[in-house]
């Protein structure tokens, strides 16, 4: 005959529920001392003190670490703005001042060659007039080239390039309340956009007074092309409202300014 089961001396529990009745262990806050914030504030400060200044030239070291197949590629979208829908930074973040500071400083050099050369030309052409009698030995006035030009061209190229991406970038964050934009961007951009002058100012040598206007009127309207559609493409969501009218007015600044540029460039510069 099978004995019925003999109930046990104490109740039996859940294991589950027994484990939920254990006293929990409380959590402590871990209490903040004067001294983390010390901490911090000595962390943040030695991190800002490794940091380049703008007046070191460990501050402009990133800005030329740059590949020559980047800096050929971005002279081909300034050379010819209209056949391409990237900007000249879209490929690569990064803002170079390499090519723009090269750029400025071969048209420097070319304008000084240029002029030279007019130089000679003009004294040749004058040899030849007083050969055929148009001209009297009298009253032949001497071509003459100085080389203060030369002073005189790379102030106002630099003047140039350092002076109006500095107005633009005031204009656009004061006026129109964009902070989205920096001065070196701004000086990348307009040091690129002026790659065709390069190209054109060689052939300034060219013995017709209207070719060579073209040729310089023509590059300019490219690099006017150049900034404006930088800026389009870049300030597109920004540009609304008020800020339309504005932009227009940036854009005959930038027009008056190049103006100004184009014309100093081939009514001195480019001359005997």
């Keep these: 005959m099978q004995s019925a089961p003999v109930p046990p001396p104490f109740p039996v529990q859940n294991p589950q529920t027994f484990a939920n009745n254990q006293p929990q262990p409380q959590e402590t806050a871990t209490p903040q001392y004067e001294d983390d914030d010390i901490y911090d504030d000595e962390e943040y400060n030695q991190f800002t003190y490794n940091q380049p200044k703008f007046y070191q030239t460990a501050f402009y070291a990133p800005y030329f670490n740059v590949s020559t197949m980047d800096v050929l590629n971005r002279l081909r ?156 493409r870049n300030l597109r969501e920004k540009i609304v409202g008020p800020n339309v009218l504005k932009f227009g007015m940036l854009c005959l600044f930038l027009v008056g300014s190049h103006t100004i540029f184009v014309v100093s460039l081939k009514r001195y510069f480019l001359v005997t």
């Design 77 to 232: 979208k300034s050379l010819w703005p209209f056949c391409t829908k990237n900007g000249i930074y879209d490929d690569d973040d990064k803002v170079d001042l390499y090519g723009p500071i090269w750029i400025m400083i071969t048209l420097i050099v070319e304008i000084a060659i240029v002029g030279f050369i007019n130089h000679h030309i003009e004294l040749a052409t004058l040899e030849i007039e007083v050969l055929n009698g148009k001209l009297s030995n009298q009253s032949r006035s001497y071509a003459y080239y100085s080389l203060d030009k030369v002073a005189k061209c790379a102030f106002v190229v630099y003047f140039y390039f350092l002076l109006n991406p500095l107005f633009i970038m005031l204009i656009v964050k004061y006026t129109m309340n964009i902070a989205e934009i920096s001065f070196l961007w701004l000086f990348g951009i307009y040091g690129y956009s002026y790659t065709i002058f390069v190209l054109t100012t060689i052939l300034n040598v060219v013995p017709l007074e209207w070719l060579r206007w073209a040729f310089v009127a023509g590059s300019g309207l490219v690099s006017l092309c150049v900034i404006i559609a930088e800026l389009v």
